[in-house]
């Protein structure tokens, strides 16, 4: 079992009074800040990464990928890992520069990524005040 407590995505299909839904699993999640997996299926996910990470890029099979298509992969090649999220969500991801791949050309100016980051800053308060 994969659970996802923030995942990013509307799920139009979900009741307002859920709290756990399932996720089809041809159904792309995006959101891996907050994941949880059962420990009958975690070595299946760590041998399925590993895997993908020595294929080429663009390989049929899945080569290497961000973690979250890498997860959607998994999901729809191994079905027997049923895959929920909560609704509402549990948790929230920050706004903040990327740490996965390259960073916006935004982020790499001296004055303008100063400001970025205190917008970002803004948003997170605001948003933590929100919900």
Sequence with gaps: MLYYGGALNEFS???ASSKLWEVEKTS???GSHCIAV???ILPKIVRYLDAMLGRPAGSPEGGPMHIDGAYSWFRKDNPIARTFISVPALSFQRSSATDIHD???IDKQPFIGELARGVRRMKNNFMGWYR
């Design 38 to 40: 059962n420990r009958e």
């Design 103 to 105: 960073r916006k050309w």
């Design 13 to 15: 299909g979900a009741r």
């Design 28 to 30: 792309p999640l995006s």
